[in-house]
């Protein structure tokens, strides 16, 4: 059965870091391209980033280029999401989803993980 | 980036009675070479993460039921449920999958009437 169970989500303040991670489980995971995905609280769904199988890609929404980083750890079977500079507008749940056919769309989707930031 | 409009917002059907969601791309999503739509549509029920119901405009995942289908090509597509049953209530959303950033659609509410 595949899964995806995300991780680290809290209370940060504005200006602070938070690390996400992601565990895999049911699938090859090193055979997926992977993304995050976030959902602010009662909006939409807002695509954030994309790794290749490999990490050799990665690709980011202009908004948080330069302080969100996407890696991931095929040996750990892990996706992994660091935020720095968060904002408040960055408040949202934030999904872990495989992608089929190079980081088009996603197939399977994580619980998610709510950040908060608020002082 | 190209933007993705959906309409309505929400709609309320009968149970058994078809509804029909509409999704526009501010510019093709069609690739020439290969002649593919880079469009899927998504289902969210409350509480939950979203779940892919179609790819490519109009290839149903698996498991899938056939009352879900997808049509359309270009800019304008369409996510038909032909006969709505309960389990169906639920935030639609179209993403597409032409150019990066990926974007979805503002989402479609459908609810039984």
């Known amino acids: 059965e595949v899964q995806l169970v995300e991780s680290g989500g809290g209370l940060v303040q504005p200006g602070g870091s938070l690390r996400l991670s992601c565990a895999a489980a049911?699938?090859?995971?090193?055979?997926?391209?992977m993304g995050w995905v976030r959902q602010a609280p009662g909006k939409g769904l807002e695509w954030m980033a994309n790794?290749?199988?490999?990490?050799?890609?990665?690709f980011y929404v202009d908004s948080v280029k330069g302080r969100f980083t996407i890696s991931r750890d095929n040996a750990k079977q892990s996706l992994y999401l660091q935020m720095n500079s968060l904002r408040a507008e960055d408040t949202a749940v934030y999904y872990c989803?495989?992608?089929?056919?190079?980081?088009?769309?996603?197939?399977?989707w994580g619980q998610g993980t709510l950040v908060t930031v608020s002082s | 980036d190209i933007v993705m409009t959906q309409s309505p917002d929400s709609l309320a059907v009968s149970l058994g009675e078809r509804a029909t969601i509409n999704c526009k791309s501010s510019?093709?999503?069609?690739?020439?070479?290969?002649?593919?739509?880079?469009l899927a549509w998504y289902q969210q029920k409350s509480g939950q993460p979203p779940k892919l119901l179609i790819y490519?405009?109009?290839t149903r995942e698996s498991g899938v039921p056939d009352r879900f289908s997808g049509s359309g090509s270009g800019t304008d597509f369409t996510l038909t449920i032909s006969s709505l049953q309960a389990e169906d209530v639920a935030v639609y959303y179209c993403?597409?999958?032409?150019?990066?950033?990926?974007?979805f659609g503002g989402g479609t509410k459908v609810e039984i009437k």
């Open positions: 993403q597409q999958y032409y150019g990066s950033p990926l974007t």
């Open positions: 049911g699938f090859s995971f090193s055979s997926f391209w």
């Open positions: 989803a495989r992608s089929q056919t190079g980081g088009r769309y996603y197939d399977f």
């Open positions: 790794i290749r199988e490999d990490g050799s890609e990665k």
């Open positions: 510019q093709t999503v069609l690739y020439s070479s290969n002649n593919k739509n880079y």
């Open positions: 490519w405009a109009s």
